[in-house]
């Protein structure tokens, strides 16, 4: 009978699909566990992180290679693929889409500009902004570049950074003041740092541009290391103000998070 042609075809699509899934999450899973390792490992390596048995991880990671999402290096470890990066360029642009309904609740909130930034490398970058309503508010170009130790954004993405990794990343990029107020030790940016973990936000008090103070938190879980900050003249963001803003920061942060982690629509 048809009807039973047909029941007997629809079963048979999950098991299907049910296979084919789990070697995508399988996959997904082994590129994040390459990412933790510094994006080169070896299979007995992946095996041992996993519990998945070689067999199983040599064929995921035949097929990654052919699609261009992994190499296979000359000591036979693998890397994570150049493919990656055009995905993570356009999911980061993405990002900073997805964020701007929550910079401009701060905005609303606090008066003053927000703005989104990652930890790219050994720099960051801001990659949303949403403009303060004031006639004298703070601009902050979308992709523009700093070194993490004269901003607030910095701090909080690198405050539950090891230290040891901490001075490693000041030894590549040296600490240059950018105002008689930058931090240029790194002794003195660790205890930033530890200041940070204490209070639990951060703060670029003239150190980036004299004038100027800027209030951030990291966006905690988020999929890359985030965080979202104000900023504004010195004279608005005072003490005072502190206290009232930073409990919207570490809310908005908080509802960013979930909203990035959450398989559904993001909303603001």
């Known amino acids: 009978m048809p009807t039973s042609s047909a029941s007997a075809t629809d079963a048979s699509k999950p098991a299907a699909a049910s296979g084919g899934v789990q070697s995508l999450e399988r996959a997904f899973d082994l590129l994040e566990r390459m990412a933790d390792a510094g994006g080169e490992v070896g299979l007995s390596e992946l095996s041992a992180s996993s519990g998945l048995p070689l067999p199983t991880i040599h064929r995921l990671m ?156 990291s966006v905690p879980n988020s999929p890359t290391a985030a965080a979202v900050s104000i900023s504004g003249p010195a004279g608005r963001v005072t003490e005072a103000a502190t206290e009232r803003i930073v409990p919207i920061l570490q809310e908005v942060a908080q509802d960013l998070s979930v909203a990035l982690t959450t398989t559904g629509p993001a909303q603001g």
């Open 62 to 217: 035949r097929t990654l290679v052919a699609c261009g999402y992994v190499r296979q290096q000359p000591n036979r470890r693998y890397s994570l693929g150049p493919r990656l990066i055009r995905l993570g360029e356009s999911a980061s642009r993405l990002l900073g889409t997805w964020a701007r309904p929550y910079l401009a609740r701060l905005v609303e909130e606090t008066g003053e500009t927000a703005n989104m930034a990652l930890l790219d490398g050994d720099e960051i970058v801001y990659v949303a902004q949403v403009p303060s309503k004031h006639s004298m508010r703070m601009f902050t170009e979308v992709g523009r570049r700093v070194l993490p130790h004269s901003t607030g954004v910095g701090k909080a993405l690198l405050a539950h950074t090891p230290a040891d990794e901490v001075r490693a990343l000041l030894a590549r990029t040296g600490m240059p003041a950018a105002t008689e107020k930058t931090i240029t030790t790194p002794e003195g940016f660790l205890d930033a740092l530890e200041q940070v973990r204490r209070a639990g936000y951060a703060v670029d008090d003239n150190e980036q541009e004299i004038g100027v103070r800027c209030l951030a938190v």
